[in-house]
C-alpha cells in the first residue's frame, strides 16, 4: 500500500500447527488504507468491493458518507449487476423521518460523493434485516 487511496488486503502473522509452531501469514479479508502517519483505516471487506466501469468500489465509503445525511438512521449498500458498468451500488436506507425521499437524497449525493459512488438505486426500508451479531444482513438484501 504506497499511499491512503490504495486499498489493500489485512494480513496477520500468527502460529499455526499442533505439532511444530509455524509462523504463516492469515488474509482477515479485510481491505485496509494506510495513512502517512502508519495508521490503517478500514475500506471494508473484500469480498464486498466491487468493480464499476473499470474502478474499485467499497460500498462502506458510500454508507459512511449516507450516514451523515441528517435524516438518515440506518443505511447498507451492496454491489448490483449492471450491464453498462459491469456493478453499480443499490443503497438500503433506514430513514429516520418518512419524508425522505429519493429525489432530496439525490441531490445531496451528487454534492458530496464521486461519481462511482453514486448509487445506481435506493430503497428506502422501515427496518433492515440484522443478524444475531447486530450486523446488517446484506444477504437478505440482496434476495
Do not use: C
Request: zero cysteines; glycine letters at 6%.
Amino acid at each position: 500500500m504506497a499511499n491512503s487511496q490504495e486499498a489493500g488486503s489485512l494480513q496477520i502473522l500468527t502460529k499455526s500447527g499442533m505439532e511444530k509452531v509455524k509462523q504463516s501469514w492469515y488474509s482477515t479479508g479485510d481491505l485496509v488504507v494506510k495513512d502517512e502517519k502508519g495508521r490503517y483505516y478500514s475500506r471494508g471487506r473484500e469480498d464486498e468491493q466491487i468493480i464499476s466501469g473499470g474502478i474499485s468500489v467499497y460500498p462502506i465509503e458510500l454508507e459512511q458518507l449516507l450516514h451523515e445525511h441528517e435524516q438518515v438512521e440506518r443505511v447498507a449498500v451492496v454491489g448490483i449487476p449492471d450491464e453498462r458498468f459491469g456493478e453499480r451500488l443499490h443503497a438500503f436506507i433506514e430513514p429516520k423521518v418518512s419524508a425522505l425521499t429519493e429525489e432530496e437524497l439525490r441531490r445531496w449525493l451528487k454534492e458530496q460523493a464521486r461519481r462511482e459512488l453514486m448509487p445506481k438505486k435506493i430503497t428506502f426500508r422501515s427496518k433492515l434485516p440484522y443478524e444475531r451479531t447486530g450486523k446488517v444482513n446484506k444477504k437478505n438484501l440482496r434476495d
